[in-house]
């Protein structure tokens, strides 16, 4: 059965600080690893996917990085700002197609 | 382009009630998938429909279960309500047919049922 650890479950950074957030994962079998970002009460934002066969995907100040062998994905933000608070979870999918999701970085960017 | 609307977004109900929750997914997505949040339990997968048909299902009672429509549109209904069902169910849509290693998923805001 696929887990996934989110680690730190909480961060509080000044703006402007470059942040890395950890995910790992048991089983290397996957297909893809997408990262979200939920506000509040909200629904997931999706932010990037990687499939299996990529090392990494940029998207703005936005960087992840996946390394199946050792089952490890980063979310590397880069000049944090305070709109970046939010919780950030990040999913694997595997053969069973069933997505299973860590239990999220509480993030706080304060001004 | 009008993104995942999920209606309605707040319910109370008491135990032993049914509900139903309606999901109307991007234009043109197919697959349409459903999770539970919880404080506790983290996010879960519910089921996911694609065409009509449901081609996966997590770990949840019978209780729980859920159709699609020929547009696309779907619903999930839960019966004989407990407290531990109490949640933010959340829906998803996607393109592409489930099993595809490029399958963005775009979330709805979530319906937040309170069972009392």
């Known amino acids: 059965k696929q887990e996934v650890t989110q680690i730190p479950a909480a961060l509080s950074v000044p703006e402007g600080e470059n942040l890395v957030l950890n995910c790992s994962f048991t089983d290397s079998a996957i297909y893809n690893l997408q990262w979200f970002r939920q506000d509040p009460g909200k629904g997931l934002t999706s932010l990037l996917l990687?499939?299996?066969?990529?090392r990494e995907q940029t998207s703005g100040r936005l960087n992840a990085s996946l390394d199946k062998s050792s089952g490890r994905s980063t979310l590397y933000i880069a000049a944090s700002q305070p709109g970046d608070s939010a919780t950030y979870l990040c999913?694997?999918?595997?053969?069973?197609?069933?997505?299973?999701f860590g239990r999220g970085t509480s993030l706080i960017v304060h001004p | 382009k009008a993104g995942v609307t999920q209606t309605p977004r707040y319910l109370i109900k008491t135990r032993g009630q049914q509900v139903t929750l309606s999901c109307s997914p991007i234009s043109g997505h197919r697959s349409v998938s459903w999770y539970q949040q919880t404080p506790g339990q983290g996010l879960q997968f519910l089921f996911e429909?694609?065409?009509?048909?449901?081609?996966n299902k997590g770990n949840f009672p019978g209780r729980f279960s859920g159709r699609q429509f020929s547009n696309s549109r779907s619903e999930m209904n839960v019966s004989t309500l407990e407290l531990g069902d109490s949640a933010l169910y959340l829906c998803?849509?996607?393109?592409?047919?489930?099993?595809?290693?490029?399958?963005?998923?775009?979330f709805g805001a979530g319906t937040r049922l309170s069972v009392l």
């Open positions: 429909y694609f065409s009509e048909t449901q081609r």
């Open positions: 998803a849509s996607s393109l592409r047919s489930p099993g595809s290693r490029e399958n963005i998923q775009y």
């Open positions: 990687i499939q299996s066969s990529q």
């Open positions: 999913a694997v999918s595997g053969g069973s197609y069933i997505p299973t």
